[in-house]
């Protein structure tokens, strides 16, 4: 059986809860990395972490999408409006806008985030997600998907994978924006309107 891939409301939270596990995911992030400024981070422990995404996933609209396969989920991915992850357009991030006028544009869309169960990796599910994030955006009025992924990595288990694999995206037909730091392409995908 293939994963379903869902967007995450309040539904599906134990299921997401369960994939983030009792340590949340990434060393307690919760995927509240590009959500909190730094020093809220720094004050942060995974406990506030999880209850500020589960507020966050509570209020709505959903801030990402769910893979899930036999009612369990083995991967996420955070994508929304750009307005949606503060700190991803943050001006000295290799992920900051070409634009200043896209962070707070509800049409500019981003892919920020990553998390994968270790035994789902490696079969293309990355790519099944990316490929979803896109018909999800579009469908939400998006006309612009970004992204800031990691150049290479030969570790599958590199945490610098938590913002994607640059092939991933090119796949996708994502081409590179700018490239402000080494190894950290701004990828952009124009949607037009269906």
Request: proline residues 9%; contains cysteine; charged residues 25%.
């Amino acid at each position: 059986m293939t994963h379903e891939i869902v967007p995450l409301t309040p539904d599906f939270w134990p299921v997401f809860e369960e994939l983030f596990g009792k340590q949340g995911a990434c060393y307690g992030c919760w995927c509240t990395y590009f959500r909190l400024p730094p020093a809220a981070r720094r004050d942060s422990n995974r406990e506030r972490n999880k209850d500020h995404i589960k507020a966050r996933i509570d209020k709505g609209p959903p801030p990402g999408l769910l893979a899930i396969r036999d009612g369990i989920a083995e991967g996420w991915m955070q994508i929304g409006p750009r307005f949606d992850v503060p700190e991803f357009n943050n001006k000295g991030r290799a992920s900051a806008p070409l634009d200043p006028a896209d962070a707070s544009d509800p049409t500019v869309w981003a892919i920020s985030c990553f998390f994968v169960k270790t035994k789902a990796r490696g079969q293309g599910l990355t790519h099944r997600l990316v490929a979803s994030g896109i018909d999800h955006a579009r469908r939400n009025g998006a006309r612009l998907l970004e992204a800031c992924p990691i150049d290479q990595s030969r570790d599958s288990r590199s945490l610098g994978l938590y913002v994607g694999s640059t092939r991933v995206f090119e796949k996708a037909g994502f081409k590179p924006a700018t490239r402000r730091k080494p190894g950290r392409p701004l990828m952009r995908l124009e949607l037009p309107e269906l």
